[in-house]
């Protein structure tokens, strides 16, 4: 067991009905990361992953992989059928495995994710102060409809006397506004106790883990409720618009936080920032950005709208003008990209280089201040500093079987609407003359001419106009 008595288990085998989806809802992604993993997250940080047991049951396999990568353990709960009976499974599996009973069990939902360490730490710490059997956490929501409802024995004191779920207030109770978040502490051995009395008699059918609430009081135990900080910790994702609702509190959230860190972001409701982004002081993000997983930004950039960066990271002083859309890749300091940029994985883009006007890259090294500024494709090329490649050239890194490389050394010129078929290399210095299809190697410094000599003949347009007439 953990130093301070407690293990967490987290609710996670319910299907969602509400969500009309194929995808469990736990996976279901909030701020970029699925609802489990955001759980998870807050749980590991007040014990360890060997002491978080995650009750697992609608599409078992798919949310075990999802979230395995934890460290945590799992308990099957093959039938759902309820809250309860999910409790149920872990007092079976402690017995079954031989686990040590811990003294304090907290308990979780799979689909409450925007709780916070900080109130977790919160109720452990009233849990032991008030010596009590069950502690819930509440909230008192705008709209409390279709949570359940906590009901106290005086309004000012700690004390509850039952939890009732919405589908079975009395019309006396509808307008109790305190709602039960689903997060509770239990001392483990007097829940455990409960959890076989438990009955399905009620409007779902279901075992109730709430019920446990009314039972522990009727045996003179002790349960209390506090309420939590921030309502929004607090609420739960059972339809898809709940979900955008928390998504977009927890981007608000994270460009709240850039902001106190330097970070200008206009209108910052329109930006999708993941929890996991950094950026740094003075880097200015304009309305519509996206910023996806582990990427990180240096300090006075500008992403201008309508520009998507995942998993990418960014130097200081880069410029991301409209439209860009960057995917793993790694930009150098003082580049500018775009407008409608497509960096693929694996680009490398060098210092002060310049990737412009519907150019995609992949798989390549730009060195330090060479261009490609218009309609380029460059892929699996190593492309060296201060070289400038003309508008409409493109890689042929395809044989329709393999990838091949192209290298294009230092200072080299390529001239417009060239075709560099891959493998081949141009030395550096060297010169590409416009419309060239280049297929052996250009030595440094050469001019390597591709086409077809012009052939001008005089006077041919007007005679041809004149035998029309
Ligand atoms: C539950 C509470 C309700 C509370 C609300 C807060 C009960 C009976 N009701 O209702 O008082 O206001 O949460 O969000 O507990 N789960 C299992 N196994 C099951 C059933 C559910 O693991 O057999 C998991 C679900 O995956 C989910 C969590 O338990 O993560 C809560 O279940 P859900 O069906 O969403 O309960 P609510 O109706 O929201
Ligand atoms: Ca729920």
Known sequence: MDATGFAIAIMAAGKGTRLKSKR???????????????????AKTVVSAGQIYCIIGHEA????AAVAPTGVQFVLQAEQRGTGHALQ????YFTETGTAIPKHLLVLSGDVPLIRPETIASICDLHLRENAAMTILTAV????TGYGRVLRASPDKPEVTAIVEQKSLRPDQ?????????IYCFETTKLFRKLDSLSTDNAHGEFYLTDVAAMLVADGERVVAVKADSVNEVLGANTIAEMMHLD??????TAKRLMAQGVTIFRPETCVIDAAVTVGADTTIEPYVQLLGATTIGTDCRIRSYSVIQQSTLGNGVTVRNG??????EVSDGAILGPYAHLRPESRIGENAHVGNFVETKKVTLGKGSKANHLNYLGDATIGAGVNVGAGVITCNYDGVHKHQTIIGDGAFIGSDSTLVAPVSIGAGAYV??????????PADALALGRSRQANKPGWAAARRAAKK
């Open 433 to 442: 003359a416009a419309g060239s299809c280049i297929t052996e190697n250009v």
């Open 174 to 182: 509808l307008a109790t506004p305190e709602i039960n978040s689903g």
């Open 61 to 64: 396999d798919r949310v075990r």
């Open 141 to 144: 929501p705008d709209d409390p």
């Open 24 to 42: 469990p809802k736990v996976l279901h992604e909030i701020g970029g990361q699925a609802l489990l993993l955001h759980v998870i997250d807050a």
């Open 324 to 329: 860009c859309i960057l995917d793993s890749a």
């Open 89 to 92: 499974q872990v007092k079976a």
């Open 248 to 253: 977009a509190a927890m981007r608000l959230e």
